[in-house]
């Protein structure tokens, strides 16, 4: 079992900055490559950026690359997204997610494990 808490949402004007965290516990956090999703309203859950177990090789998706920065700190057992020049349409629940293996995933369904979420709300 991974239990993931999501931290750092919150009401930002557009263009401002939000770092997001995801605290892990549980078994071992470096076993296990790490993804954030978001959801808006009325909208499916999409991916938003993903990364291995070691901490390279991220992946972005089109919408935020250049302005998102996924990383993760293994001795701390968390993992961040950072999002800058943010926009009213990157409003959203973001949720990060757990999945055992090397390699993250842009499918919601490869991860095993998920956080309750944190609201992100950007105004224009």
């Known amino acids: 079992q991974v239990q993931l808490v999501e931290s750092g949402g919150g009401l930002v004007q557009a263009g401002g900055s939000l770092r997001l965290s995801c605290a892990a516990s549980g078994r071992t956090f470096s076993s296990y490559a790490m993804g954030w999703f978001r959801q808006g309203p009325g909208k499916e859950r999409e991916f938003v950026a993903a990364i291995s177990r070691g901490g390279i090789s991220p992946s972005y998706a089109d919408s935020v690359r250049g302005r998102f920065t996924i990383s993760r700190d293994n001795g701390k057992n968390t993992v961040y997204l950072q999002m800058n020049s943010l926009k009213p349409e990157d409003t959203a629940a973001y949720y990060c997610?757990?999945?055992?293996?090397?390699?993250?995933?842009?499918?919601?369904?490869?991860?095993?494990?998920w956080g309750q979420g944190t609201q992100v709300t950007v105004s224009s």
């Open positions: 997610a757990a999945r055992y293996g090397l390699s993250g995933s842009d499918l919601s369904t490869a991860y095993g494990y």
